[in-house]
């Protein structure tokens, strides 16, 4: 099929920009062009055929709910994220979809945003590589990506209008890489527009993003779709390089543009690209099918949830459980498994799997007896917790552990809204602490898709697994952790606070007056909390495991000016095989900006047999050093000195060698209103600045200025124009000219 529009008329091609409904762009078949589908989403394919919203009030064909992202962040493998894109992509392709919405790689910047539970992490690196992953996996099935929501849509409140206040920078280092690896690496198919406004103006009118950047810069050749409802202008997003709306609009946008080609407003050339760009999509259509089993759907989502589950605690080798012979089981999400977020991404579960069947199972096995009680309801303190918790701690009494299963329900967190506090429901807290008086061994079991809080409680539970959403299989994934069956892997993907004030965005989230402003800056998440040295409860990338690990030989080998090569040996030292995950992180001072105390440039996770030692080697590029140096307008890697750090955590540094790196050649032009301090550093100006004007000085001046450094620090914030008024006939005009022409030319980074 072709993308060439030259047959079609100027109302044919306006009507390809939107959508015919919720779900399709519009079918010509006089021309030959099949209508698509495009339908959500992340972690499985919502595919409604009878009615059509995005509230889910409409039912939906029965698709495999696969891990949700705030799960898949957590395994920190892109085997997994791939696979699961593959499991997504076969699934839509039965159900007749050409895009699947989803990646989601928002960053999650404040732990309240009610979506977190569709974005990987708090860092770019890990979401970018997953996501990267996820789109790789779904497209080798011929189903198209959209990778979103582009950009900076890290809230829910206000979503559809709040303007995002933040410096470009910031932008370019946290909130724009993941999408800018995905494009570079997976080329998905479209890239969703989101809600928001930057700096105020809409994304789905900001050229700047949507052409400059995504096109002109990163080589993205698919479509740009908006988030569903996300156009205010038509014409004005079509300029932009927005090129198809969703959902359509009964043909109103399509008329506005037709109108403004015809009063010469809008470019011909820009509805000429845009309906190629969507004609291109009808491509996708017509890969052929891979094989769907619903059966293997179900045992993927099974296997991919088991590496995403964090062993966070485990006081006194509480887990796993082989060899307690009572067992007490409470908690009403043992039975009915919570494993999905709500919103536009809920899925309609071809199978539902929960722990309390699969801990059933495992203990059959081992002769273990297993007793349940809800213990609690869900949400509301009911009239009946009295007695549910009776219950609870009778079983509890008359066990050897209590697996206590508390969480969040689906009203607390969605898509929509974000929370307002990080608290487990009183009356949960009040089960797990009651509950763990009674027991002689306590382990919590955590469902949530958002951050909780551990505290009033952490330290009554021995030990702690934090379950997230994990899909419709994540049951019996928790039941395999818990008897030690699966060997737990997961490590955070965000850091779990000790105080949600703590959080870098606290004074700044969700804004106020349809306003939010990243004050916070490079220092969000775990960036902030080792910078400013804010002990939390647990650190990103923290995660036990059944095995012990240790890290040694660490080798640095510096293989350009801004690029090195790590190589480093992990052994298992326990009797268990083992998954251990690699962190490596990256600190320094260099350049002229604060840079966060470490950052995550590389990770791999391997696995160990017991006693088996692998060495690994990891990459590091010119980004793994450089800051994005807004007056240059590019990455800099600065000259300077880097520890390489390889991280239990990113609290927790195992082992590190430090590397001096040449950096960047580049031209800081100067002029007479830099002040005085910039021309004295500057590489090659400031030495024969210094000796321009040392040389008109006496011995005596020139001795007594070398002595007087102090005088020196007050006039540096003094711009040249004035500073030379003040040294008389020092530095003549010709020489200053001679200065200014030097620092054009290229120099060492500064
Ligand atoms: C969400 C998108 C979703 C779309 C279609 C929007 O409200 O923000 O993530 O893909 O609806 O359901």
Redesign the pocket.
């Known amino acids: 099929m072709s993308t060439n529009t030259s047959n079609l008329t100027l109302e044919q091609k306006a009507s390809l920009l939107s959508g015919e409904n919720f779900w399709q762009t519009k079918e010509l078949p006089e021309a030959g062009i099949p209508a698509i589908v495009l339908t ?2 992340p972690h499985g394919i919502r595919r409604q055929l009878a009615g059509e919203d ?1 509230l889910g009030l409409h039912h939906s064909e029965p698709s495999t709910c696969f891990p949700p992202a705030v799960a898949v962040g957590s395994s920190w493998n892109p085997a997994v994220a791939q696979r699961l894109g593959a499991g997504v992509g076969k699934e839509g392709h039965r159900l007749g979809i050409s895009v699947a ?1 989803g990646p989601g790689v928002n960053i999650k910047r404040s732990p309240l945003c009610g979506r977190n539970f569709e974005y990987y992490s708090e860092d770019p690196l890990l979401s970018g590589i997953l996501g990267a992953a996820h789109v790789t996996g779904l497209q080798a099935e011929g189903v198209g990506a959209s990778v ?2 582009f950009a900076a849509n890290n809230q829910e409140t206000d979503r559809m209008r709040v303007s995002v206040e933040i410096d470009e920078r910031t932008l370019r280092e946290i909130y724009l890489p993941a999408f800018e690896r995905i494009v570079k690496e997976a080329r998905p198919a479209t890239v969703m527009c989101s809600y928001n406004k930057i700096n105020g103006v809409y994304a789905s009118e900001n050229r700047w993003l949507l052409t400059e950047l995504l096109r002109d810069e990163w080589g993205f050749d698919g479509a740009v779709v908006s ?2 409802g996300a156009v205010s202008n038509r014409v004005a997003a079509l300029k932009a390089g927005l090129d198809l709306e969703m959902p359509g609009n009964g043909g109103t946008s399509n008329r506005e543009i037709v109108e403004a080609v015809k009063n010469g407003t809008l470019d011909i050339d820009d509805v000429d690209r845009a309906a190629a760009r969507v004609l291109s999509l009808t491509h996708n259509s017509v890969a052929s099918p891979g094989h769907y089993d619903v059966g293997d759907s179900h045992a993927l989502a099974h296997e991919l949830a088991r590496e995403c589950i964090v062993l966070l605690k485990n006081d006194g080798q509480a887990l796993p459980l082989a060899g307690n012979s009572r067992v007490a089981v409470i908690g009403h999400f043992a039975a009915a498994p919570r494993y999905q977020g709500g919103g ?1 991404s809920h899925i309609n579960a071809t199978r539902e799997e929960s722990a309390l069947e699969s801990i059933r199972e495992h203990a059959a096995r081992l002769g273990a007896e297993v007793t349940y009680s809800p213990g609690f309801t869900v949400d509301d303190h009911a009239p009946e917790q009295a007695t549910l918790m009776g219950a609870a701690v009778e079983a509890a009494t008359a066990s050897d552990v209590a697996i206590i299963f508390a969480g969040l329900s689906e009203q607390d967190e969605s ?1 929509g809204f974000d929370r307002n506090h990080l608290d487990l429901p009183a009356h949960q807290v009040h089960a797990i602490r009651t509950v763990a008086q009674a027991a002689p061994k306590t382990v919590v079991v955590l469902s949530h898709g958002g951050v909780v809080s551990l505290e009033g409680w952490h330290d009554d539970a021995d030990a702690i697994v934090e379950g997230w959403l994990l899909g419709q299989a994540g049951g019996a994934a928790i039941a395999e952790v818990l008897f030690g069956a699966v060997n737990p892997s997961g490590h955070l993907a965000e850091t779990i606070p000790l105080r949600l004030q703590d959080n870098p965005s606290w004074l700044n989230f969700p804004g106020e007056q349809q306003h939010v402003r990243y004050g916070e800056g490079v220092f969000v998440g775990y960036r902030y909390y080792t910078s400013a040295d804010v002990p939390v409860r647990y650190h990103f990338g923290h995660g036990l495991s059944y095995t012990t690990f240790r890290t040694d030989n660490l080798d640095i080998e510096v293989t350009g000016p801004s690029s090195a090569r790590a190589r480093v040996t992990v052994t298992n030292t326990g009797n268990l095989a083992g998954k251990h995950v690699i962190q490596l992180y990256v600190a320094t001072t260099a350049g002229p900006v604060k840079r966060p105390a470490r950052e995550l440039k590389a990770f791999t996770k391997i696995d160990l047999d017991p006693g088996q030692s692998k060495t690994v080697e990891l990459g590091l590029d010119h980004r793994s050093f450089a800051y994005y140096d807004e007056p240059l307008g590019r990455w800099v890697a600065a000259a300077g000195d880097y520890a390489i750090q390889i991280g239990v955590d990113a609290g927790t540094i195992d082992t590190q060698t430090s590397i001096t790196l040449v950096g960047d050649t580049i031209t800081r032009e100067l002029s007479m209103d830099s002040p005085v301090g910039e021309w004295f550093g500057h590489p090659v100006v400031g030495p024969a600045l210094l000796q321009g004007i040392t040389a008109s000085m006496s011995e005596q001046q020139a001795h007594a200025a070398a002595a007087n450094q102090d005088s020196m620090r007050m006039v540096e914030s003094l711009p040249m124009k004035q500073f030379v008024g003040f040294l008389g006939d020092a530095l003549p005009p010709e020489a200053l000219d001679q200065l200014l022409a030097l620092s054009r030319q290229p120099a060492e980074a500064v």
Do not use: P, R
Request: glycine share 10%; net charge negative; charged share 40%.
């Open positions: 959500d989403g995005h919405l979103k929501h988030d569903w536009s898509e």
